[in-house]
């Protein structure tokens, strides 16, 4: 199982990432899909989940209404499109599934400061 993250980057505030994961080694359409954060001190922090249809997904309150996670099961990748960011979104975003056991990717750093 491999969950590789990429699009982050430094964005001023009220700016806009998409974050993409290209998964591999595990049928992909089979699994719920999530993106993680963590800054330095804290625990990882659940931002968003997909259902394996890509429908009804799940936010965090503090990312409601300003990011969304969508999935595309033909390219093996789920996205999370992220507007209006904050300062308080800076974070490192994390790719994770459960399949026999918790896998994650390696994360991509997103800094949101002008």
């Known amino acids: 199982v491999q969950l590789v993250e990429s699009g982050g980057g430094l964005v001023q505030p009220g700016g806009s990432l998409r974050l993409s994961c290209a998964a591999s080694?595990?049928?992909?359409?089979?699994?719920?899909m999530s993106w993680y954060r963590q800054t330095p001190g804290k625990e990882r922090e659940l931002v968003a989940i997909?259902?394996?249809?890509?429908?009804?997904?799940t936010y965090a309150d503090s990312v409601k209404g300003r990011f969304t996670i969508s999935r595309d099961n033909a390219k093996n990748t789920v996205y999370l499109q992220m507007m209006s960011l904050k300062p308080e979104d800076t974070a490192v975003y994390y790719c994770?599934?459960?399949?026999?056991?918790?896998?994650w990717g390696q994360g991509t750093q997103v800094t949101v400061s002008s």
């Open positions: 994770y599934v459960r399949i026999n056991k918790q896998y």
């Open positions: 080694g595990f049928t992909f359409s089979s699994y719920v």
């Open positions: 997909v259902g394996t249809s890509g429908r009804f997904p």
